[in-house]
């Protein structure tokens, strides 16, 4: 028979990951000579994409940030990046199906696309499909290493799997890899895995 795990109220799966613009690796040994910006400029500047227009919109939650994904598509601007963030905008308005082909869309243009295999892995979440979320939470830690909210809810549905001992591994590599306030919103699910770990291996 089945361990049941306690899941504390905080090990909720974490949220939808946005893609950002990625910025061009800095010189390390150049000086920086021009302090930076504090505040964001939000009017368009004749040089600044489609890709990145839309980006700004959708900081602010403005639903013109989806029209302006799908020019950018269009216009073949940052066309993965465009169809992972659409989705992500399609799956909080409740567009399941559409969510779903924006980010498969992204794995076309980009199959290593880290953020698009997170996001699937959340949807298929909420779906309760654990196999396939675990399968893109899995590939999205393989693509980014660093990512610490995909190994969260990775443990989670590890747990819900009954893979008990790959859960507690990867919750403590969630641990690793987030401040240490964030790492004791862990603690409880994890104590919880342990305990139920070891039920299972004395019965």
Known sequence: MGQIIKFPVQAAKLGYRRVRKRTKA????QLVLFSQPTAQILEFLPDLGRFEQALMFDERGDLKAAQLYRRAIEEQDCVADAYCNLGIIESKQGNTTKAFDCF???????????????????????????????????????????????YFNLALVQAINNELAAAVSTLTTY?????EQDGRNADELLHNLKKSLAAAKGS
């Open 26 to 29: 800095e010189n390390p040994d």
């Open 104 to 150: 498969t869309n992204t794995l076309k243009y980009d199959p290593r696309h880290s953020e698009a295999h997170y996001n699937l892995g959340n949807l298929y979440f909420d779906l309760n499909d654990y196999r396939l979320a675990q399968i893109h939470y899995e590939m999205a830690a393989q693509v980014d290493p660093t990512f610490a909210n995909v």
């Open 175 to 179: 641990k690793e890899l987030v401040p």
